[in-house]
T-cell receptor, first 114, second 114 residues
Framework: KQEVTQIPAALSVPEGENLVLNCSFT??????LQWFRQDPGKGLTSLLL?????REQTSGRLNASLDKSSGRSTLYIAASQPGDSATYLC?????????????FGEGTQLTVNP | KAGVTQTPRYLIKTRGQQVTLSCSPI?????VSWYQQTPGQGLQFLFE???????NKGNFPGRFSGRQFSNSRSEMNVSTLELGDSALYLC?????????????FGPGTRLLVL
């Protein structure tokens, strides 16, 4: 059974700092991995999708990497801003033939202080 | 293009009642997935529909059911509500069946069971 772990559970940083969020998964047979952002009481916003054949994806100040063999992904946020405050979730999708569900981590709650 | 719409946004029910939640996917999207989010269990997969067919189902009791209509709108029903069913219910849509592309999440329906 796939398990996804995110460390740290919570993080508080001053504005402008670069930071890294970590995600690890137990079964390396994934199809892709996705990073989401969730604001309090809201739905999920997709940030980055990395296919299993890719090593990283970038969007603006965000960079996500994937090391499938070690079961790890990181989300790098450059020059953090108060508007980045949210819960960040990573989710993995298993191989194409074994179902289509996303398995989520518990999330990292990020607070960026002005 | 309008995003994923979920109705109602908030709902209060009592134990033993039943509830129906609705999800309208993004125009042109044929796949709808449902997830339950609780503080204790995090995000868990409920089921996935594509072109009116249930393709995948999570580990939830039979009290949880769903369906998809020909216009791709989806409903999920929970019968004989229990206190533990209190959660944020999220639906996600994609043009093709997962895992081929990113899913877009709606804002969720927050259900409180008293």
């Amino acid at each position: 059974k796939q398990e996804v772990t995110q460390i740290p559970a919570a993080l508080s940083v001053p504005e402008g700092e670069n930071l890294v969020l970590n995600c690890s998964f137990t079964d390396s047979a994934i199809y892709n991995l996705q990073w989401f952002r969730q604001d309090p009481g809201k739905g999920l916003t997709s940030l980055l999708l990395i296919q299993s054949s890719q090593r990283e994806q970038t969007s603006g100040r965000l960079n996500a990497s994937l090391d499938k063999s070690s079961g790890r992904s990181t989300l790098y946020i450059a020059a953090s801003q108060p508007g980045d405050s949210a819960t960040y979730l990573c989710a993995v999708r298993r191989g194409k033939t074994s179902g289509s569900r996303l398995t989520f981590g518990e999330g990292t709650q990020l607070t960026v202080n002005p | 293009k309008a995003g994923v719409t979920q109705t109602p946004r908030y709902l209060i029910k009592t134990r033993g009642q039943q509830v129906t939640l609705s999800c309208s996917p993004i125009s042109g999207h044929r796949s709808v997935s449902w997830y339950q989010q609780t503080p204790g269990q995090g995000l868990q997969f409920l089921f996935e529909y594509f072109s009116e067919t249930q393709r995948n189902k999570g580990n939830f009791p039979g009290r949880f059911s769903g369906r998809q209509f020909s216009n791709s709108r989806s409903e999920m029903n929970v019968s004989t509500l229990e206190l533990g069913d209190s959660a944020l219910y999220l639906c996600a849509s994609s043009r093709l069946a997962p895992p081929q592309e990113t899913q877009y999440f709606g804002p969720g329906t927050r259900l409180l069971v008293l």
